[in-house]
């Protein structure tokens, strides 16, 4: 499947270094599924421990069925859990716009054909105040223009052109690209000198 | 581009091919699994009936959801031993061999890898952890992946990625007194930020890398992640190679003197070119402490709480939250903060060498009786060494509680966790919101000897004065 172009209204939320504990509490990684997560999406910001809700904005009605999150830097920093952007996913975001995310997230957003896309800040902030004075903006990314369009503003959007690539011809999931070079893969092992220390 | 630096060597050796979106298609020459991301990942596999591409490659412990207290099976918690059962289930399907707690060679996934010599210089290291970068201290490239990753690994023994940068970390000077490790690491994350690592890899050298121990080399290389690198190595010497003499799944005899010319051949040449250079000193080092909601927010214990004004604009609405979160007051003194709960233990710092110095600030005194202590073995093995030395005598005699191995309170998936807005001097990696249990709790990053000083004192306290 191919994922060139989405569109659907934002929820924007502000801070910058928002880590994978409050995406998701490991507590809640003790699943032997994915299913849930999105239920436990930053359940200790959004329940008080007698899991009546907090003043969140994933609480607010106004931005039920939101499928763009629009973040600040360095976001999904700390662990590799995929649980994180599994929860996101599964939560109903497909988009990711942000100034900056950490490395494996980002990775892990594609694997689950999560387009995770870089806009400066001064974009980002822009976008937050907009979004918080109409929270019914309607955005519409196309990753073959590399463009996000709000009303009648253009941002131009960045993302690791690999990862834009995948995305364009539906190979997210890098397993199929993978599969096709078993020779080759076979040929390696035996050429890798650790492999066959122990061999006489 | 960098070039002719072990990671270069390293990536190089590793391709397979370009892959049509452009990544390269890497082979992981070591595979590391535990039970909190893998069930997912041959689920996927069990399901397609595939079966696992190099299953020798791949070796599996349990860690994060272990009980320290009592290891008996069935564990207490359902969840842990659901999980447990998963792991067990699949690695017998799939015929990858386990170091479970019958073994006695069970423990944190990143400890047992080096110490049993699975961790070797020259290789690909994935384990769906982001601490994975620790086995860099050999001079492999490791790194942490999700499980979409691992289920990659599973079945082709490959990853698709994109080649990183590599930033080359000169720090010089030596560690005096009382300084370790840790304040390395906390120093170049404070130094370079959270995100600076962002796209790179980071090449630790100097005169204190030069220095360090394969222990210390770990404590720094486990957390470059947290400074936004995905991976932290060192170039192999030496003392790599000592290290790794008589390990178990190390190469032997001669098969051990082949693989030392091999492991010189792949180390970054005089020649090799780096993509960004950064040269620190220890003149500015001294016991570093975290005050806030990332490893970067950290201080030395002798300075006050920064003021909000000192950092940039753009960051006073982080330092805000922290101090929100954190209930310290800025410009306040560091030193004499009480402390409730002192954790010594995790992939960071849970080696005999840091149990050591630990134990060398509490022989002969006796915990604050405000202060919970526990001292968490990083693995079994470590456990039974450390018994050997006899220094659970001197953690029990002090006061603390002697626990069995795993991951413990650096991230409560088991019964090890904050309560309330406890402060915690923890020797683990990460000081997130909520990390250790505790939506509220509030985790303080520091050494293994300034933890176990804070132990006695009950409050934050300078370990200088305490050697």
Known sequence: MKHIQFSGRAL???????????????????EITFEKMGEYLFYDARFNDDHSPKNHL?????????????????????????????????????????????????????????????????????????????????????????????????????????????????????LGLLKQNKDLVQKKAQELPYLHFGAK | MSSNTLFD????????????????????????????????????????????????????????????????????????ETMTEALEKNVKQHKVRFFDTSTAKQGIVHVIGPELGLTQPGMTIACGDSHTSTHGAFGSLGFGIGTTEVSHVLETQTLALNRLKVRRINFNG?????????????????????????????????????????????????????GGARIGYVNPDETTFKY????????????????????????SKPDAIYDDTVTLHTDDLSPMVTWGITPGQSIGITDTFPSIERFAPSEQALVKEAYEYMKWKPNSTVMGTPVNVVFIGSCTNSRLSD???????????????????????????????????????????????????GCSMCLAMNPDKLIGDQVCASTSNRNFIGRQGSSTGRTLLMSPAMAAAAAVKGQLTDVRDWL
């Open chain 1, 58 to 174: 994933l609480n607010d009605p106004i931005y039920k069925g939101s499928s763009f999150l629009i973040v600040g830097q360095n976001f999904g920093c700390g662990s590799s859990r995929e649980h994180a952007p599994q929860a996101i996913k599964r939560y109903g975001f497909d988009v990711i716009i942000g100034e900056s995310f950490a490395e494996i997230f980002a990775g892990n957003c594609k694997s689950l054909g999560v387009p995770a896309v870089t806009l400066p800040r001064a974009d980002i902030e822009t976008l937050w105040a907009e979004i918080e004075a109409n929270p019914q903006l309607m955005l519409h990314l196309n990753l073959e223009t590399k463009q996000l369009i709000a009303d009648d503003s253009v941002f131009e959007i960045d993302i690791v052109e690999s990862r834009r690539v995948a995305f364009l011809e539906g190979t997210w999931d890098s």
């Open chain 2, 244 to 267: 790794l003499e008589n390990r178990e799944f190390a190469p032997q005899g001669q098969a051990f003197e082949n693989a030392k010319t091999f492991w010189r051949s792949i180390a």
């Open chain 2, 355 to 405: 149990l050591r110095e630990a134990a060398n600030i509490l022989k002969n005194k006796k915990v604050n009786s405000n202060t919970k202590t526990i001292v968490v073995p990083g693995s079994q093995r470590i456990k039974q060494e450390a018994e050997a030395e006899g220094l659970d005598k001197i953690f029990t005699e002090a006061g603390a509680e002697w626990r069995g191995a």
């Open chain 1, 12 to 30: 924007p939320m502000r801070g910058d270094d928002i880590d994978t504990d409050r995406i998701i509490p490991a507590r809640f990684l003790k």
């Open chain 2, 174 to 226: 030596a560690l005096s007194k009382g300084i370790y490790a840790k304040d390395v690491i906390l120093k170049i994350i404070q130094v370079l930020g959270v995100k600076g690592g962002i796209g790179f890899a980071y090449e630790f050298g100097g005169d204190v890398f030069n220095a360090m121990t394969m222990d210390e080399r770990m404590t720094v290389c486990n957390m470059s992640i947290e």
């Open chain 2, 9 to 80: 060597h390293v990536w190089d050796l590793h391709k397979v091919t370009t892959l049509p979106t452009g990544q390269d298609q890497l082979f992981i020459g070591l595979h590391l699994i535990h039970e909190v991301t893998s069930p997912q990942a041959f689920a996927a596999l069990n399901e397609k009936k595939q079966p696992m591409a190099f299953p020798d490659r791949t070796f599996a412990t349990i860690d994060h959801i272990i009980p320290t207290l009592s290891q008996q099976r069935p564990f207490t918690d359902s969840q842990a």
